[in-house]
């Protein structure tokens, strides 16, 4: 299992959720709380927007807690729209290409989670990857195959239909492939603009995660960055929708609700003030 | 383009022939006489025999003109049977896993060469791959592929024929892309007992190769580690053949004269001493 | 905090004490149970005598649980005495020259502990260094200074003795420097022959250090390597000498009984079997 | 020998100068020309000031040809001043912490040369570092000690007296050691404001230094970055001064002019436009 948060707001110094805080990311590589894994030091990696359409990347194999490049960097970038992510490998090899977030034209993707039996279906899933994003397929991992696959079921279009699809796809997999499998996706995907977060797990325990609002900053996170009462679960089976200039939705995703249409979902939402 | 060397014989340190010569692999990771690209600092490899079936690896992302690590294993690693290989990324990512030599099992394998329009026949070659090798997978270079696609056509079997199949396939799939389009495959390739070079190209010159047979020790090497005249080239379209307890052969591969069978074959031995 | 183990005794592969016990030194990387840091990610050691006079050598930045290269080497590299380590960085940089185990000649040294205000005592102790051995000083580590050091004072002729008068000195200045300044020296020293074995703190609780005698192998460890009653704990302020072809012998170091004669120390000595 | 890059101006995106010209600074990586050594793959380095008064570092082993971290720092990272290194070491290790350039505060510097003898004047260059700065000292290569010297002797209070005195007492222990032994020593040092870029070297040929000055931006070079005519030398044994808001000096540097008067020092300035 991994770590991660994900920021959008103001323009910040990288730093003020990354290294800074007492319960920082960087302080999660070496002792997360919430996490089966208290250590997430199989690499990192950071992706911010500033003036390009395409995010920025900084992938590194060593442990988030001992790269001296990071603090430097999280000090000196500023960003309206970043992720950073500590990473716990599930099997795949520790290189930087393994390392989250990952980035295709101007979306960025990251995540916690895994497909079970990753061995057995890897194939499967890869093989919903269009051939023109296959020389995108640059690591080995579970969620660049996933990420990639929902480009291809058409995130640019319609985001939640996308990674709907997608999932309920490899859900039918997961499940085909024996009883005890489980399918675990706890994660952060962007357009530039807008920021979705989800908390989805099929035959298991969804992954932790939370987010606060303040200020016009939203700042999502797996574990909450101090002991203040300010962060809030997204609850299990649902994604955080936080829009451009607009207030966070919370929907229902891959539940039965997430079934109806969009008109009926939009009467679905809770907002901030509720949780 | 890379470098590499491959040697059978008596049990002695790997220096010998990576690190102490004149002109040594080491040497040629940083100054390469033979070969489009001088510098091949994109990583490098050790595979070696000695008391189990399976060959020791070990990979390293950084140049090994720089590596101390490299220094000390080839003093003090003893092998019958090994690969050295210095990498000149031609498109993928430096990774570990995109390090050669590559291991199956008990054979290896390590190439200097491409498939012309990867990006694009990527998907076919990874689509010759058996599903229970797969996972064996772990790079995404497109000699890994190769590999894995000749140990799915039966190198177990029939090691000649394998590659030879598996090559004119992807033959016809680099031809069929465009007439420009290239393949070259100069390689080596082991069982743990029988050693295999190939130097192949369609369209192209081939990749240099040369060999030397002295007191029961074989050495194949991209290029001559010395400046004696004891090192001899391996004609292009052709695979040189080190059975254990036999005398070198050297047989035409994928030319014509490799379509007839293989009692016509036995009769084309060029033997060492005609070279 | 660090953990390693030292072995002597029969040629064995290091695999059966680096990477294949339950609670192996690998596992204790992610996981350890004895020390103030559970993680020892901060890079890892070999160090390996076999034919030639000094040690082989591999040291790695990454966490050894992660290293794959780890795994084949310790399978394939045989000895009869060799070193492992993992480290939790104290405060100097994580590089491969600040790994253990270090080397000069043909001795071999790590270390788990540190010299308190060790940005205030650098200077002091280096100057303790030869200046025909100041260029063998390639990191920054409280534990190379310490070293070097001690092969300065004498190592090849009386190790006990120039581990003593180096160890002394330094004690001293830690003292001088403030009441509250510790030191602990939990180490391993060898010559390629004699094994040495370290633990002493002063002004604190000393390290953890056990150590097994068996059919002619001795492996002393930070924390056992398993759950049997097989492992003895290291007194504090003692040294475990472990000569070739001779019986343990468990001294006092920098204890007042150490200021006695090498005649006294031999009726000293605690035999194996009262512990 | 080393090339390196440094740029003081309008706020630009690294990529400028480090990534995207035809001879840019990463391709000179791989193949420079007008260096000892054309291959420059032992780590690399960036150095930027933005709105902090200490400079941001990124400091990476690998070489700077295949760095995929570095393509988006240098397009993503803004600066009106900063430093760029890439390496080919000259006996010390390839660590992160050898890598240039090196900072002290808000002071930073870069350099492409050595002290000759290194082994054997590392002792007497280090002791000119004060206790203070001592911790500072975290590598180990002749470049960060000369500069840490000159932090030693003043560069706050004066610049170029410091540097100067620095340089004067390694050249006369230089001088002593031997009659081969040389000092090459171009290198370029900042407060975050001005700029220095030495060319100077004793007993041998200095290494190659370029500028040009267009449009309020100063670009100093090992190498020309494009084949245009724009490029000037830097006179052996001078010092290119770019003072904030002044135009650029070319003064003389430990040359006999250097001896006189900061006074008689003014009227020897060569102007831009002479040469």
Redesign the interface.
């Known amino acids: 299992m991994c770590r991660w948060i994900a920021y959008c707001g103001q323009d910040i110094p990288l730093e003020n959720y990354v290294t800074m805080p007492q319960h920082s990311l960087a302080a999660q590589s070496?002792?997360a709380l919430e996490s089966t894994a208290?250590?997430n030091?199989?690499g990192f990696g950071l992706g911010?927007y500033?003036?390009?359409p395409e995010p920025?990347?900084?992938?590194?194999?060593?442990?988030a807690?001992?790269d001296?490049?990071l603090r430097?960097?999280c000090?000196?970038?500023h960003s309206h729209l970043f992720f950073a992510h500590v990473r716990a490998?599930t099997g795949t090899?520790?290189?930087?290409?393994n390392c989250h977030p990952f980035a295709c034209g101007h979306w960025m993707f990251m995540h916690n989670g895994f497909v079970g039996s990753w061995?057995r279906l890897?194939?499967k899933v890869e093989s919903l990857i269009p051939?023109a994003l296959?020389?995108s397929?640059?690591?080995?991992t579970d969620s660049e195959a996933v990420f990639l696959a929902m480009m291809g079921a058409g995130l640019e279009v319609n985001p939640l239909g996308a990674a709907e699809a997608t999932l309920r796809q490899i859900c039918t997999w997961v499940n085909e492939n024996g009883r005890g499998e489980k399918l675990r996706f706890t994660s952060a995907l962007t357009d530039g603009r807008d920021l979705f977060a989800f908390r989805f797990a099929e035959n298991d325990t969804a992954n932790s995660l939370y987010y606060r609002e303040e200020g016009g900053e939203v700042v999502v996170v797996s574990e909450p960055l101090d002991q203040t009462d300010t962060w809030i679960p997204v609850p299990a089976n649902h994604v955080l929708v936080a829009k451009k200039g607009r207030s966070i939705e919370i929907l229902p995703f891959l539940s039965a609700a997430s079934h109806r249409s969009e008109t009926e979902r939009a009467t679905q939402i809770r907002v901030v003030a509720r949780h």
Chains 1, 2, 3, 4 share one sequence.
């Open positions: 070496l002792s208290s250590t030091g199989d911010w500033d003036r390009h920025g990347l900084y992938h590194e194999t060593r442990p807690w001992s001296e490049n430097y960097l000090r000196h970038l490998a090899a520790v290189t930087r290409q061995n890897r194939r051939d296959y020389p397929r640059i690591g080995t």
